[in-house]
Structures are given as C-alpha cells and as structure tokens.
C-alpha cells in the first residue's frame, strides 16, 4: 500500500471512530423516538373523513394555510373530520424547516404539538434555534427535556419518514392536502368540496 492510500485510510478510520465517540454522547434516556403528535385536537380520532396536509413549518403558504383554512376547519366542522399533520420539510429552501419539525415532535412528547405549530406559524420569520427554545419555554415545556431531544437527532427518522410518505403519494410542494387518500387542491373551497363529498359516502377511504 502506498503513503496516500494508507494515509487516506487512516483518515477514514479516525473519522469512523470520532463519529462512533460522538455518537454515543448523546444520552437520550426519557426520550422517544416515536410520534406523539396525535390528530389535532379539535378533530374527531373516530371520523370516517381524514384529512391530512403535508406541510413545511418554515413554509409561508403553509403558515397562511394553517391560520386561513386548517383552524378554521378544525373549529368549525372538527367533530366530523379526523385531521392529521405530515411532515415534509422543504431543506433546500428552507434550511431551518427540519429542525423545527423535530424540535415540534419533541414538543408532542410533553403534549404540546399544536400549541408549538401555532407558535410556529405565529412567529415563522423569526424561525431559529433559539426561537424554538424560546417558544418551548413560552409553552412551559421541560427546557432540559426538549433540548436533549432536539439535539439527539432522535426524531429525525420520524420527520423523515412523512416525507418518504409524502414522495411516495406524489406531494409537489406544500402544503398539500389530501381527503381519505385523495389528494385536493390545497384552497379552502376545493377542500370544502372534498370533505362534503367525503361525508356524504361519495369518495370513501382508501
């Protein structure tokens, strides 16, 4: 083996081993790398209807649609809908969008999903790091708790596994919503149409 090789893989085993090292400094004891989200709260968990809406937490469409069309919805017919967040952070244009979509699992897990969503959207330019600790602290979330679990990592797979779903089902962009599997135009009045024709048996679940 010549010296550039065998530097190289010196190099390469150093690396391995640092990783390996920095890897297991993470103590993520009382954490969980599952979803706690849950379907919002104003919903029904048992309605027959599902929408779910695939969005991006730094995404300003999302943020209108969550204020213009998801609340209101929620509010006005949530008793007859079952309505899921997915996941599906947008990195290359928005590279803070995967850290507040951990940073709002680790909310769900001390169940405050959608009071962080809220803040999120309530506050989306100032969207950071820092912002997001500062809103867990508005939420009076265990800070320790939900630093360690954004800085573990552990719910990345979770986010990233919307996402897959997302790509699978065919999400252009966000937000995109779909009415039991059917995917609609994302504006409150094709969303409207949807629902009703969901309830009323003509489009039923897949």
Request: charged share 20%; aromatic share 8%; glycine share 6%.
């Amino acid at each position: 083996m010549n010296q550039p090789t065998t530097l190289l893989s010196g190099i390469f085993v150093a690396s391995i081993v640092a990783l390996t090292m920095l890897s297991g400094c993470t103590d993520t004891s009382g954490l969980s790398a599952e979803s706690s989200r849950g379907p919002h709260p104003d919903s029904n968990p048992s309605a027959t209807v599902t929408v779910v809406e695939f969005a991006d937490l730094q995404c300003p469409a999302c943020r209108a649609a969550h204020f213009q069309i998801v609340k209101p919805l929620n509010e006005q017919i949530g008793d007859m809908i079952r309505y899921e967040f997915k996941h599906f952070p947008l990195q290359t244009i928005h590279p803070n969008a995967l850290m507040a979509a951990q940073a709002s699992e680790c909310a769900a897990d001390q169940g405050k999903f959608w009071d962080f969503v809220d803040l999120n959207y309530e506050n989306q330019p100032d969207l950071s790091r820092q912002a997001v600790e500062d809103w867990a602290k508005q939420l009076g979330l265990d800070i320790s708790l939900f630093n360690r679990c954004i800085e573990s990592d552990i719910k990345r797979d979770t986010v990233l596994a919307d996402f897959k779903e997302g790509r699978e089902l065919n999400v252009p962009g966000t937000p995109t919503f779909f009415v039991n599997g059917k995917k609609v135009e994302s504006d409150a009045q094709a969303l409207a149409v949807a629902i009703k024709e969901a309830l009323s048996g003509s489009l039923m679940p897949l």
